[in-house]
C-alpha cells in the first residue's frame, strides 16, 4: 500500500463547476500538506499548504485537512478550461528532512 | 517570488556522454535543494536532497557515482548525469526550499533524451 493515495482519473467537469480532488494517507507523522498543480510538460506549481486540520481558502481554491481520517481534500470553484491539469497532493514530516511524499496525481479536464 | 529556473529546458546527447543540469533559486535564498525523476504518467520520485556545502544524500536505489549532485551556493544546484544510457532518458525536475520555509518551489523541467 502507497502511503499516500490518490485518485488517478480522469475527472471531467464542465466549466464553472466545482472541482473536489482528494488524497488518503497512511503515515500519522505527516505535518504539512501541499497541493500542486502540474500542466504537461511543466514543473509542479505550488497552489496552497496548509499545517494543521481545518480549512484554508485562497481565491477560488480551498484546501481542507483530516488528520483524524487521515484525509485531504482540495476544492476548486468556477473551474475554467485553464485548471485542466494533473494535481498532485504532497505532505511532509519536518524532521525527516522535509522531503515531500507525492500522490500519483488525479488528470482533470474542465471542459468549456 | 518563489521562481526556480531551470537549465537546460531539453537536452538530446548520445549514449556515454555526461550532461549537466543546473537549478538556480532566482528571487530567494535556499539552503536546501531536491532532485526529482519523472516519467510519463507517473509521478515525481525523489533522487536525493541536497545540502548547500555539503554531500547530497541519496534515495534508496539512486546511483550516486551516476547522479552527480553538487549545491555550490545557496542559489545553484546542480545534477550531472554521467555516462548517459538511454534509460536514463526522463524529465527532471528540481524543487528548492526556501530557509525557514516547509514548502517546496519547482523548475520547469528539463526533459532528457539519451540516443
Known amino acids: 500500500q502507497k502511503e499516500v493515495e490518490q485518485d488517478p482519473g480522469p475527472l471531467s467537469v464542465p466549466e464553472g463547476a466545482i472541482v473536489s480532488l482528494n488524497c488518503t494517507y497512511s503515515n500519522s507523522a505527516f505535518q504539512y500538506f501541499m497541493w500542486y498543480r502540474q500542466y504537461s510538460r511543466k514543473g509542479p506549481e505550488l497552489l496552497m499548504y496548509?499545517?494543521?486540520?481545518g480549512n484554508k481558502e485562497d481565491g477560488r481554491f480551498t484546501a481542507q485537512v483530516d488528520k483524524s481520517s487521515k484525509y485531504i481534500s482540495l476544492f476548486i470553484r468556477d473551474s475554467q478550461p485553464s485548471d485542466s491539469a494533473t494535481y498532485l497532493c504532497a505532505m511532509s514530516i519536518i524532521t525527516a528532512g522535509n522531503k515531500l511524499t507525492f500522490g500519483g496525481g488525479t488528470r482533470v479536464l474542465v471542459k468549456p | 517570488g518563489a521562481v526556480v529556473s531551470q537549465h537546460p529546458s531539453r537536452v538530446i546527447c548520445k549514449s556515454g556522454t555526461s550532461v549537466k543540469i543546473e537549478c538556480r533559486s532566482l528571487?530567494?535564498?535556499?539552503?536546501?535543494m531536491f532532485w526529482y525523476r519523472q516519467f510519463p504518467k507517473q509521478s515525481l520520485m525523489l533522487m536525493a536532497t541536497?545540502?548547500?556545502?555539503?554531500?547530497?544524500?541519496?534515495e534508496q536505489g539512486v546511483e550516486k557515482d551516476k547522479f552527480l549532485i553538487n549545491h555550490a551556493s545557496l542559489t545553484l544546484s546542480t545534477l550531472t548525469v554521467t555516462s548517459a544510457h538511454p534509460e536514463d532518458s526522463s524529465f527532471y525536475i528540481c524543487?528548492?526550499?526556501?530557509?525557514?520555509?516547509?514548502?517546496?518551489?519547482f523548475g520547469p523541467g528539463t526533459r532528457l533524451t539519451v540516443t
Open positions: 496548509t499545517y494543521s486540520s
Open positions: 541536497s545540502n548547500e556545502g555539503s554531500k547530497a544524500t541519496y
Open positions: 524543487s528548492a526550499q526556501p530557509d525557514r520555509n516547509v514548502e517546496q518551489y
Open positions: 528571487d530567494f535564498q535556499a539552503t536546501t
